[in-house]
Nanobody, 118 residues
Framework: QVQLAESGGGLVQAGGSLRLSCAASGRTFSDYRMAWFRQAPGKEREFVAVISRNGGATTYTDSVKGRFTISRDNFQNTVYLQMNSLKKEDTAVYYC???????????WGQGTQVTVSS
């Protein structure tokens, strides 16, 4: 198991930026692919982005392409989500998740709240 702790959420105006961080501990970080999900009020949790173990491959949901960037630092055991041009509809609790290759994303953090005001 790997333990995950998100930080960096907050209140920002539409058009602004935030960078979320997710610090991992407990297992070898580079063994895990890492992902960000979000859950808006009254909605189901949805996928945002995923990054491969060495950071060489990334995938995004369509609604954030060109605005969000996922990255990782395997020396700092941290994954990031840079969020630019934020929209009100990006308001959600953001979670990071970790999974071994070939397995499910079965390690989750507690989440960090992002609120975008108009």
């Amino acid at each position: 198991q790997v333990q995950l702790a998100e930080s960096g959420g907050g209140l920002v105006q539409a058009g602004g930026s935030l960078r979320l961080s997710c610090a991992a501990s407990g297992r070898t970080f580079s063994d895990y692919r890492m992902a960000w999900f979000r859950q808006a009020p009254g909605k189901e949790r949805e996928f945002v982005a995923v990054i491969s173990r060495n950071g060489g491959a990334t995938t995004y949901t369509d609604s954030v392409k060109g605005r969000f960037t996922i990255s990782r630092d395997n020396f700092q055991n941290t994954v990031y989500l840079q969020m630019n041009s934020l929209k009100k509809e990006d308001t959600a609790v953001y979670y990071c998740a970790a999974g071994l290759v070939g397995g499910q994303l079965d390690n989750w953090g507690q989440g960090t709240q992002v609120t975008v005001s108009s």
